[in-house]
C-alpha cells in the first residue's frame, strides 16, 4: 500500500478522479457498517439512533442440541408435538448513501487542499468501504444549484459513477451557488426522498447553513428511519486565525487584505466559529447524529480508521 493513500492529506484544489479511484485499495481496512465504541461516543448524552444489520426469518427445522431455546417456534411444536427451532439469517446487504457537499463555500483551504477536495476523499473512501463489506453504494453531490443522485447498487461502476459525478461538479464550480439554508434543506429533502429506510447516509460537508426548521425537519425524519453520521469539514484557519499581521486573500477573482491583529475582528471570529461549532454539535446532538470532525490536515484515511478501522486479529 501506498504511504501517501494511507498517511498523507488529500493535495490540490481540485479533485484528481485517478487518486479517488486508487483509494480503493485502502478502504479495504475500514468497515464501516461496524459500530466503534469512539463513534458512539460522539453523539453525546443523546439515544443513538444507529441501527445494526437487521436479520430475517429462513426457515424452522427440528430443534438441535445447543439450539437456543428462545428460537423455538412454540406454535410449530405445538402443532407437530415435536421441537422445532427457527432459523434465521443475517441481513447481508444495506443502502449506503455518501452525500457530498461541493457547494462554493467548500472551496477554501489554507493547507493542503480544499475543504471539498476533503469531502471528495472521504467520500471515497466510504463508498469503496461499503462496497467491500457487501453493501449497495449509492450517493448524491450538490454544488447549491443543482445535483445529481445515485440509488444504491451493488457495483464497482456505480461507485466509479458517484467518484466521476464527485469530480465533475468539483471542477464545474458554479458561479454563484446557493450556500443559504434553503439550499443545504432543499438538499435534504431530496435526500430524504432517495434514502429508504434502514439505510446508512454519511453526510459530508461543512453545515455552512444548516439553520432553520425546514432542515432540522428533514434531519429529524432521516435520522428516524436511516443511520445518519456527519462528516464535518473544515480548514485550520477556521478554527485560529494565524499570528498579528496582515494577509493577501482571494477567492480566485478579488483580492483583500486581512488585518488579524485587528482585536475586533478576532473577537468576531471567534464568536463565530464557536457559535457555529456549537450549533451543529447541539442539532446533532439532539438527533442522536455522530458527527465526525476532518480538517484539511488530517490524513482522510487515519482519519476513518480511528472510527471505522478493521479490528485487529
Request: glycine share 8%; hydrophobic share 35%; aromatic share 8%.
Amino acid at each position: 500500500m501506498q504511504a501517501e493513500l494511507v498517511d498523507a492529506p488529500a493535495r490540490g484544489a481540485y479533485t484528481d478522479l485517478e487518486a479517488l479511484i486508487a483509494l480503493r485499495f485502502p478502504a479495504r481496512q475500514l468497515q464501516p457498517a461496524r459500530r466503534s465504541r469512539a463513534l458512539a461516543t460522539l453523539a453525546g448524552a443523546n439515544k443513538s439512533n444507529f441501527r445494526g444489520r437487521g436479520i430475517d426469518f429462513d426457515e424452522v427445522r427440528m430443534y438441535q442440541a445447543g439450539d437456543d431455546v428462545r428460537s423455538i417456534d412454540w406454535r410449530v411444536t405445538a402443532r407437530s408435538g415435536e421441537a422445532h427451532t427457527k432459523l434465521f439469517r443475517e441481513e447481508r446487504e444495506r443502502p449506503v448513501l455518501v452525500v457530498v457537499d461541493q457547494r462554493p463555500d467548500m472551496f477554501f483551504g489554507s493547507r493542503h487542499c480544499f475543504k471539498s477536495v476533503l469531502a471528495a476523499h472521504l467520500a471515497a473512501l466510504l463508498g469503496w468501504a461499503a462496497l467491500e463489506g457487501g453493501d449497495r453504494v449509492g450517493g448524491l453531490v450538490f454544488n447549491g444549484e443543482s445535483h445529481r443522485e445515485l440509488r444504491p447498487r451493488r457495483s464497482r461502476r456505480t461507485v466509479l459513477s458517484l467518484l466521476s459525478t464527485i469530480d465533475s461538479y468539483n471542477h464545474g464550480l458554479p458561479g454563484s451557488g446557493r450556500s443559504d439554508e434553503q439550499g443545504f434543506a432543499q438538499m435534504l429533502g431530496t435526500l430524504r426522498r432517495v434514502a429508504r429506510p434502514g439505510s446508512s447516509v454519511y453526510l459530508v460537508s461543512d453545515f455552512r447553513g444548516v439553520t432553520g426548521d425546514e432542515a432540522d425537519k428533514h434531519l429529524y425524519q432521516l435520522a428516524r428511519h436511516s443511520q445518519v453520521t456527519a462528516v464535518a469539514c473544515s480548514d485550520a484557519l477556521e478554527q485560529q486565525l494565524p499570528r498579528a499581521g496582515t494577509y493577501a486573500v482571494s477567492d480566485g477573482s478579488a483580492r483583500s487584505v486581512l488585518d488579524t491583529a485587528d482585536r475586533g475582528l478576532r473577537r468576531r471570529f471567534e464568536d463565530e466559529r464557536a457559535q457555529h461549532q456549537s450549533l451543529l454539535q447541539q442539532r446533532m446532538g439532539r438527533l442522536g447524529i455522530p458527527v465526525l470532525q476532518a480538517r484539511t490536515d488530517d490524513s482522510p484515511f487515519r482519519l476513518l480508521q480511528t472510527y471505522y478501522g478493521a479490528p485487529r486479529r
